[in-house]
């Protein structure tokens, strides 16, 4: 125990922790955001059981009351030996995990400009305001920024095409946790750690669809890092969001009720029930592919596919980013 020098005082150097002790008892900040639906919560309460079981002090706060579908989501998880705040203060997240591409950028300022690690889905879910004209094909207020321009203002960064690969697998809302995959090389628990917590997680019939995504973000980022320096994708690509694009709309017949709240809610007044009683689109020329019908259906059975700004979206992912 410190005693008290012959003058009375302290003495200095035992007051004051080393900076490495005190770098080690430092928080590790990780900032999850999405919008409403995609599994942030799910990722940031895996993340917080982990690091509670393997004996750190978790804090972890989280914003999704008005987020049910399309509003933003965000959670703040630090952990470490200990934490007396829940929330991460700007400029002090040691990783920032987005699982939709303007989300993440609108989160950038909170990511530590030195060290930070950004990880990002491609996935862009435009919001029905982003339709400022509402002529079909105008251009979208929506990000403009390419993956490789964003990923150069970062000091380690990814942009992964999440969706794109959870598709693949058969299951697209195991996005996330392909995300959880691409996280898990970041920190120091073990891939059977962040397994067992996983399966607690998600509903029992789509744990091996879900492990599966996991070692599929895994493998993505570990590929990504050892990449070489000759491999680097061009910097900068066209900007998606004002190129032209064309909307489709997906209908599954078998989820419409035949409630009518799309029918009577679509601006452009586009939709009909036909003679079944099952949603249609029956004046495709005037859908401006706002996504109002899709939010609002209770039943999801509608979804917006604006392609062309996607597909650029995914080519640029292809393109990727490495840090
Ligand atoms: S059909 Fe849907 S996406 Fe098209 S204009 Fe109507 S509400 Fe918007
Ligand atoms: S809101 Fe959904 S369930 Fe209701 S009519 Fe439209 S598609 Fe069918």
Request: aromatic fraction near 6%.
């Given at each position: ?12 150097a ?7 002790a005190a ?5 590790m ?5 999405g ?10 309460k ?5 690091a509670?079981s393997?004996g ?6 989280e ?5 049910k ?11 470490g030996?200990?934490v007396?705040?829940p929330t ?7 990783i ?10 609108r989160w950038l300022?909170y990511l530590?400009?030195d ?23 105008a251009?979208?207020r ?12 970062v000091?380690e960064?990814?942009a ?5 690969m959870a598709e693949?697998?058969g299951?697209e ?5 392909v995300?959880?995959?691409?996280l898990?090389?970041a ?9 067992a917590?996983l399966t607690?997680?998600?509903p029992?019939?789509?744990i ?6 996991f070692?599929l ?6 590929q ?6 000759e491999a680097?994708?061009p ?9 032209a694009y064309s909307?489709r709309?997906?209908?599954?017949p078998?989820?419409?009720?035949s409630c009518?709240i799309?029918v ?5 007044r ?10 249609e689109?029956a004046?495709p ?5 706002c996504?109002l ?10 979804r917006?596919?604006l ?9 640029l ?6 840090p």
């Open positions: 125990m410190s005693r008290p020098t012959a003058s009375g005082s302290m003495d200095a035992q007051l004051r922790p080393t900076a490495a770098k080690a008892r430092e928080p900040n990780v900032l999850i955001v919008v409403g639906g995609q599994g942030v919560i799910m990722v940031s895996a993340l917080a059981s982990l509670q393997k750190h002090q978790v804090k972890q706060s914003v999704h009351g008005m987020a579908r399309g509003g933003t989501v965000f959670s703040h998880v630090r952990f030996p200990q007396w705040s991460i203060p700007k400029g002090e997240a040691d920032l995990v987005a699982l939709e591409w303007a989300e993440g950028l300022p530590k400009p060290n930070g690690i950004f990880i990002c889905d491609t996935k862009r879910i435009v919001p029905p305001f982003a339709c400022l004209n509402r002529r079909p094909g251009p979208l929506y990000s403009r920024e390419t993956p490789a321009e964003v990923t150069a203002h000091a960064g990814y992964i095409d999440a969706t794109d693949n697998l299951n809302r195991a996005a996330n946790v995300l959880i995959g691409a898990s090389t920190l120091d628990f073990s891939a059977s750690d962040w397994e917590a607690e997680f998600v029992k019939k789509t091996a669809v879900n492990l599966e995504a070692r973000g895994r493998s993505w980022i570990e990504a890092r050892i990449a070489t320096p680097e994708p910097a900068a690509a066209p900007a998606p969001a004002h190129l909307v709309l997906e209908i599954t078998e989820w419409c009720k009518d799309c009577k809610l679509c601006p452009e586009c939709l009909r029930l036909n003679a079944e009683r099952v949603v689109l004046q020329e005037k859908c401006s592919g996504r019908c899709e939010l609002l259906c209770p039943d999801f059975a509608i917006v596919h392609d062309a700004a996607l597909k650029q979206g995914s080519d992912a292809a393109a990727g980013s490495r």
